[in-house]
């Protein structure tokens, strides 16, 4: 029972943790700006020159001007409230989330940015790739 149990935390880690498609960065890098950090990003999946890793907790250090953050879905809410707290400071970032009008943290923080939502359903990489 424990292995069935560890294949069901490493799937419900892997559907968490979604990679961003490197085509969609593209259009968005360009769309909004370079992008300097990549807030939730390790060694293996970053997108931007800097990155803070699980180590270096994004949450808790501050952004760089033109932050890209495509947090674990768990951390939305608090990923979109350091968002908020960053923009008092005049940084920009770009937080991807899933559409989630009905959470608190939408109507909290999201709509105090400027909300841009693609046409199409964006299909997520897989954590390996």
């Known amino acids: 029972m424990s292995s069935w149990r560890g294949k069901r935390n490493e ?4 559907i968490q943790n979604r990679r961003t498609p490197k085509w969609f960065f593209d259009i968005l890098d360009v769309s909004f700006g370079t992008f300097v950090l990549d807030a939730f990003a390790d060694e293996s999946n970053h997108l931007c020159k800097i990155w803070y890793g699980e180590e270096y907790n994004a949450l808790i250090h501050p952004w760089m001007n033109n932050t890209f953050a495509n947090p674990p879905f768990e951390l939305v809410g608090k990923a979109m409230k350091k968002a908020a707290e960053e923009q ?3 940084i920009y970032s770009l937080v ?7 959470q608190n943290w939408f109507h909290n923080y999201a709509t ?3 909300l841009w ?3 199409c359903r964006i299909s997520y990489d897989l954590p390996d790739g």
Do not use: H, I, K, V
Not at 96 to 102: D, F, N, Q, R, V
């Open 88 to 90: 008092e400071r005049g």
């Open 11 to 14: 799937m419900a880690q892997s």
């Open 112 to 114: 105090q940015g400027t």
């Open 117 to 119: 939502m693609p046409d």
């Open 96 to 102: 991807l989330s899933p559409a989630g009008c009905s």
